[in-house]
């Protein structure tokens, strides 16, 4: 299985709170997706990062900001959660481009009151 | 922007048969398409995957199809077991897109 470890596996918290989900991988793969799950919608792409300090948004990507530091970490935050941010949001990384495999983190069911 | 349909929604057979999953593409410039099983509660887990350059690709028990003139794609899982059951996903991306886009899933059941 790809090293990736994603934290927390399960979050509940309150309307209008920040909420910082974060990503690590130990493979040194250059792309990291982050990705939300919702029934009857698939998986859809919030925000990837090709490179540390490079990011670029995705289909779903209002309401969510991320950051890269460093290559293995990729965070997703949430300025300011709604409940229509409950998802469970899956994180994804990448040796090279979109055409090659993704494989993806165990996952965080975030539930926002 | 990209777009994948994946037909049937749920998908019901009988141990030992085969089951057939379809996918549809929009944009004609997509050559990878991957598809990820995921069981309940776990994460999707890449089964199988073909590029634009190959008619069809097999694994065992599980064959992906691609019509590259009509855009679309498929899973073929024969000799179908109970472990079978789960989610599928198909998805597709450009060759130097860095998006994959998914179909919203097809609910697989194997009874027996």
């Known amino acids: 299985d790809a090293g990736i470890t994603q934290s927390p596996r399960h979050k509940v918290t309150e309307t209008g709170t920040p909420v910082t989900l974060r990503c690590h991988q130990t493979e040194n793969h250059r792309y990291m997706y982050w990705y939300r799950q919702d029934p009857g919608h698939g998986l859809r792409l919030i925000h990837y990062?090709?490179?540390?300090?490079?990011?670029d948004k995705g289909e779903v990507s209002d309401g969510y900001s991320v950051s890269r530091s460093k290559t293995e970490d990729f965070l997703l935050t949430l300025e300011s959660a709604t409940s229509s941010q409950t998802s469970v949001y899956f994180c994804?990384?990448?040796?090279?481009?979109?055409?090659?495999?993704?494989?993806f983190g165990d996952g965080t069911r975030l539930s926002i009151l | 922007g990209e777009n994948v349909e994946q037909h049937p929604s749920t998908l019901s057979v009988q141990e030992g048969d085969s089951a057939v999953i379809k996918c549809t593409y929009s944009?004609?410039?997509?050559?990878?398409f991957p598809w990820y099983k995921q069981e309940l509660g776990k994460r999707p887990q890449l089964i199988i995957d073909?590029?634009?350059?190959?008619g069809e690709k097999k694994d065992q028990r599980i064959a992906v199809t691609l019509n590259k003139t009509a855009k679309h794609f498929s899973l073929h899982i024969t000799e179908t077991q109970p472990e079978d059951s789960a989610v599928y996903f198909c998805?597709?991306?450009?060759?130097?897109?860095?998006?994959?886009?998914f179909g919203a899933g097809t609910i697989l059941r194997v009874k027996s």
């Open positions: 998805a597709a991306c450009m060759e130097y897109g860095n998006k994959l886009v």
């Open positions: 990062s090709y490179g540390v300090k490079d990011t």
């Open positions: 944009d004609s410039a997509s050559n990878y």
């Open positions: 073909i590029r634009s350059n190959v």
């Open positions: 994804a990384i990448s040796g090279g481009q979109g055409d090659q495999p993704q494989h």
